[in-house]
């Protein structure tokens, strides 16, 4: 069975920084394009990263771009979001992804609905 497991949220103030961390259990993830979504109350998922199969390509959504970076281990079949600089806007789940449908693309993509693997997410709150 496949599973993500995401890890690292928690309660920090503004300016501090966290890692996320999404393990990936079951088939290996690592010829795949994952990504970091994250959805705050009352608000529609938004995308925050994608990182390429290989790790080389990553893309960011405009609200973060700057304060983050998405990185992925493929010994450890883990994937990595670490949050710099967090505001208070930042507080939400967030969740990873994986797109298993499209073997070592060379496109990745920021629509939710292009990946079909998610963790039960994380959540990280952000007090000013």
């Known amino acids: 069975q496949v599973q993500l497991v995401e890890s690292g949220g928690g309660s920090v103030q503004a300016g501090n920084y966290l890692e996320l961390s999404c393990a990936a259990d079951g088939p290996t993830f690592n010829d795949y394009d994952m990504g970091w979504f994250r959805q705050a109350p009352g608000k529609e998922r938004e995308f925050v990263a994608a990182i390429s199969w290989s790790g080389g390509i990553t893309y960011y959504g405009d609200s973060v771009k700057g304060r983050v970076a998405i990185s992925r281990d493929h010994a450890k079949n883990t994937m990595y979001l670490n949050l710099n600089n967090l505001k208070p806007e930042d507080t939400a789940i967030y969740y990873c992804?994986?797109?298993?449908?499209?073997?070592?693309?060379?496109?990745?993509?920021?629509?939710?609905?292009?990946?079909?693997?998610w963790g039960q997410g994380t959540q990280v709150t952000v007090s000013s």
């Open positions: 992804a994986a797109d298993l449908r499209r073997f070592r693309s060379l496109v990745l993509t920021s629509n939710s609905d292009d990946y079909n693997y």
